[in-house]
């Protein structure tokens, strides 16, 4: 997503993804290599916590490794930037990619634990102690959130899009926490050379800021709905030769994060309009489900305001010929020449309904639960306005009929202050800041 695209910037931006908490000073340990424990977020039933390597000894590390004990009732539940082992409640975690640690230099790996209960103890840095014999001291932030309608399990239907890459993204964990929202739409996966996936195409697929941003909102109760695709970009559709390479891209991200759902956003004459492509990624997509039982599967694309066009039904049809096993369609309605969003929105959407309806043979109650409805929050590239009250319209209509999914782009442009213009980081209409988020969040 989305038209104005165009506007990407490909910036190395590094993002934190964090919620405060006060960092343990750490005792210096025999070698002069201190490793602090922060607690950067605790919700009751887990925690985000980091470790700081600091090397004020006399040379460089070339690797480190961490050990700590956990107290009872606690586990790992995700670790990034190390490699670690679990004995029991007693953790081991080695250098990967940052062991170089230069005189003066500092390195970290962060983690989640599930489980309540203290911090860990017995903190050991490649061998000496962390903190000269004393258990490191923390000061916590807690986050709570709230929703009123908390997404499934494997679903995150109220998701709308988060893009890392562009726009001013806000830190997510503090979105999540003013909003309810649980679920993030969070935009995109390109290839980074061939058919090798990696965040807007330049960014790795882990151990940067969009794995932490991840961790984040996981660490938080939430999770995410990574999206291939978009309009613009060097995309892995057209890049993949064949739908087994492309759906060992797709699993590699799905691997890399243990996912429920994947959305694969096709856009534009290079997927959405090229029928070899379009076949290449229902294919993959159908793969991707034998291989992942429970995985949700979304195709997210372009309407007019009666329903799916041309390419639109051509993809709904060979998805059922092919037996892809989608289980979410998702309509873009906006910039598809719109005199009243919201009429031709419900009008789009029942529209989509009605050929999910014919293709499949479902009821309008089961070819609800496949629809989803992915807007423009404010000014749409065509200038079409969905003010909150649209937005909100809408979403009452979704929600009464059972739709699949509620997204819009985007997250980043969830804010007022640029009143008549189109941007990537503002709405374009008079509005408080997150009230598309909020209003998603009770879907």
């Not at 929703?147 to 399990?153: A, G």
């Amino acid at each position: 997503m989305k038209r104005f695209r165009w506007q990407f910037l490909t910036i190395g931006l590094a993002i934190t993804a964090v919620v405060g908490g006060v960092l343990a000073a750490p005792a210096s340990g025999a070698t002069g290599v201190t490793a602090a424990f922060t607690k950067t977020s605790d919700w009751g039933t887990g925690y985000e916590a980091k470790y700081t390597i600091s090397n004020s000894g006399g040379s460089a590390l070339t690797s480190w490794t961490v050990e700590f004990t956990l107290p009872g009732g606690q586990a790992i539940a995700s670790l990034w930037d190390g490699a670690y082992t679990a004995s029991g409640q007693d953790i081991t975690v080695k250098s990967t990619w940052n062991g170089s640690v230069p005189v003066g230099g500092t390195a970290s790996f962060g983690f989640t634990v599930r489980g309540s209960g203290g911090s860990p103890t017995n903190c050991r840095i490649n061998g000496g102690s962390c903190d000269g014999g004393q258990p490191p001291t923390t000061t916590t932030t807690t986050t709570t959130t709230t929703t009123s309608n908390p997404p499934l399990p494997g679903t995150g239907r109220g998701a709308p899009y988060l893009y890392l890459g562009w726009g001013d993204p806000q830190n997510a964990t503090q979105v999540m926490s003013s909003t309810g929202v649980k679920w993030f739409t969070l935009a995109f996966v390109l290839s980074g050379g061939g058919c090798s996936p990696a965040w807007d195409g330049t960014r790795p697929l882990t151990g940067g800021a969009d794995q932490q941003t991840i961790n984040a909102i996981r660490g938080a109760g939430g999770d995410v709905v990574p999206s291939f695709g978009g309009w613009s970009g060097n995309k892995l559709g057209p890049t993949c030769s064949t739908p087994e390479a492309l759906a060992g891209a797709y699993q590699q991200v799905i691997n890399a994060y243990g996912l429920k759902a994947i959305d694969i956003d096709i856009e534009n004459s290079d997927e959405f309009e090229n029928t070899t492509v379009q076949d290449r990624i229902i294919t993959a997509l159908k793969i991707v489900k034998q291989n992942n039982p429970g995985l949700q599967t979304i195709v997210t694309f372009g309407t007019g305001t009666t329903g799916p066009n041309y390419y639109g039904a051509r993809l709904i049809d060979q998805s059922r010929a092919l037996g892809a096993n989608i289980d979410i369609f998702t309509i873009m309605p906006f910039d598809f020449g719109s005199s009243n969003i919201q009429t031709d929105t419900i009008g789009a959407a029942t529209g989509l309904k009605d050929k999910l309806k014919s293709t499949f043979g479902w009821s309008d109650a089961e070819a609800f639960k496949h629809v989803g409805i992915s807007g423009m929050n404010g000014l749409s590239d065509q200038r079409e306005t969905t003010t909150t009250a649209t937005w909100t319209a809408i979403r009452d209509w979704a929600k009464s009929n059972g739709l699949g999914r509620l997204a819009f782009w985007s997250v980043n442009r969830d804010r007022g202050g640029c009143d008549g213009q189109v941007a990537s980081n503002c709405s374009g209409i008079a509005q408080a800041d997150l009230a598309f988020t909020r209003i998603t969040a009770g879907f």
